[in-house]
């Protein structure tokens, strides 16, 4: 059985960053994620798209997020399991609890966090009969590694952000790259819209509007798909492509933790977001994008508000009996677990007689 002194429930940045802040605090965390690599989404979906709401960061790649959050908590010695969902939960008559994962693996703590961001992803896909039989044979619902659609014919399907930002990134990318919407107006924002336009106006981007692609074609795999136009003049169209990627979004689920007991409200957590950030059940807080309350906004920096506080009330829970003075990073440094340390340089002042 896996013992630490917090254990969190998603490897998010959200995640991330509480092993930092209770690192500081001299507590041992682990990690549970079901994804095979710690960072989320940021790692999953989108790890080449830049961020810009980031503190100190003007512009950052999701994935460079990840790996500085990978750096920053190294001293802190953080274990992980990961590839395996949490499973269920286990009240201890200490107050402690065992989460069990999937496959079995045990994990013992006085304190649970929840960070598990919207929680397990599904690809919403659009009513095509013949998409199944060719996904990972040329239809894919998320973009890992843009390169391998180097030189390729690309259609992508959709009409938000991330239609029009991949759209925009592989224009660079592809050989072709066509975007085909149901409707003439984006949901995106209108920077990515303009961005999309100018770019179709140059012959980088195929922006077919008011029509939707409707089936797919291919022997073993896909080679082109049929386009439905609402112009009935037009009608359909026969277009030649390599990938075909559906960018419809993606229906967030709570999955097991949705039944351990928490309050639930619109598939996120309640908490109490006056103090601490706890839910329902004493000793289980939820962090990030996960939990709700009035005011909430959903993004990254306020789950590293929301990790930071949690992990102070999580101490008293630890230590109720010990007092804790905060100091800041710039005047008491970093010490990891490893024996590292980062201090200021200390000044030297030297008196005159």
């Given at each position: 059985?896996?013992?630490?002194?917090?254990?969190?429930?998603?490897?998010?940045p959200?995640?991330?960053f509480?092993?930092?802040?209770?690192?500081?605090?001299?507590?041992?965390?682990?990690?549970?994620?079901?994804?095979?690599?710690?960072?989320?989404?940021?790692s999953?979906?989108?790890?080449?798209?830049?961020?810009?709401?980031?503190?100190?960061?003007?512009e950052v790649?999701?994935?460079?997020l990840?790996?500085?959050l990978?750096?920053?908590i190294?001293?802190?010695?953080?274990?992980?399991?990961?590839?395996?969902?949490?499973?269920?939960?286990?009240?201890?008559?200490?107050?402690?609890?065992?989460?069990?994962?999937?496959?079995?693996?045990?994990?013992?703590?006085?304190?649970?966090?929840?960070?598990?961001?919207?929680?397990s992803?599904?690809?919403?896909?659009?009513?095509i009969?013949?998409?199944?039989n060719?996904?990972?044979?040329?239809?894919?619902?998320?973009?890992?590694?843009?390169?391998?659609?180097?030189?390729?014919?690309?259609?992508?399907?959709?009409?938000?952000?991330?239609?029009?930002?991949?759209?925009?990134?592989?224009?660079?990318?592809?050989?072709?790259?066509?975007?085909?919407h149901?409707?003439?107006?984006?949901?995106g924002a209108?920077?990515?819209?303009?961005?999309?336009e100018?770019?179709?106006?140059?012959g980088?981007?195929?922006?077919?509007?008011?029509?939707?692609?409707?089936?797919?074609?291919?022997?073993?795999?896909?080679?082109?798909?049929?386009?439905?136009?609402?112009d009935?003049a037009?009608?359909?169209?026969?277009?030649?492509?390599?990938?075909?990627?559906?960018?419809?979004?993606?229906?967030?689920?709570?999955?097991?933790?949705?039944?351990?007991?928490?309050?639930?409200?619109?598939?996120?957590?309640?908490?109490?977001?006056?103090y601490d950030?706890?839910?329902?059940?004493?000793?289980i807080?939820?962090?990030?994008?996960?939990?709700?309350?009035?005011?909430k906004?959903?993004?990254?920096?306020?789950?590293?508000?929301?990790?930071?506080?949690?992990c102070?009330s999580?101490?008293?829970?630890?230590?109720p009996?010990?007092?804790?003075?905060?100091?800041?990073?710039?005047v008491?440094?970093?010490s990891?677990?490893?024996?590292?340390k980062?201090e200021?340089k200390?000044?030297?002042?030297?008196?005159?007689?």
């Open positions: 059985m896996i013992k630490t002194d917090i254990l969190i429930i998603g490897a998010g959200t995640g991330l509480a092993v930092f802040e209770a690192g500081l605090l001299k507590l041992k965390c682990h990690l549970i994620d079901a994804l095979p690599q710690p960072g989320g989404q940021c999953e979906i989108y790890p080449k798209k830049p961020i810009y709401d980031i503190p100190g960061f003007p790649l999701a994935g460079e990840v790996d500085n990978m750096e920053q190294k001293p802190f010695e953080p274990g992980f399991t990961l590839g395996e969902r949490a499973e269920t939960i286990d009240k201890q008559e200490d107050g402690s609890f065992i989460v069990t994962t999937i496959k079995g693996t045990k994990h013992h703590a006085p304190v649970v966090v929840i960070a598990g961001g919207l929680g992803f599904e690809p919403r896909k659009p009513p009969p013949s998409i199944r060719y996904e990972d044979k040329g239809v894919a619902y998320i973009i890992r590694d843009p390169e391998v659609y180097r030189d390729k014919k690309v259609v992508i399907a959709g009409g938000g952000d991330s239609a029009l930002d991949w759209s925009i990134f592989l224009a660079d990318v592809a050989s072709e790259v066509s975007l085909v149901r409707r003439k107006d984006f949901r209108l920077d990515s819209v303009e961005k999309v100018d770019l179709s106006k140059i980088k981007i195929n922006l077919i509007t008011d029509a939707e692609v409707v089936d797919l074609k291919g022997e073993d795999e896909l080679d082109s798909v049929l386009i439905r136009h609402k009935e037009r009608g359909e169209e026969l277009k030649e492509t390599d990938h075909f990627i559906p960018l419809f979004g993606l229906s967030p689920k709570l999955g097991p933790i949705g039944n351990w007991g928490l309050e639930i409200e619109k598939n996120a957590i309640k908490v109490d977001n006056a950030y706890q839910t329902n059940i004493p000793g807080y939820a962090i990030g994008d996960v939990n709700t309350y009035k005011g906004l959903k993004l990254i920096l306020c789950g590293f508000h929301e990790a930071a506080i949690m102070q999580a101490y008293q829970r630890i230590n009996d010990k007092k804790y003075v905060m100091k800041y990073t710039t008491s440094g970093v990891g677990f490893d024996g590292s980062k200021a200390k000044e030297v002042v030297k008196s005159i007689n």
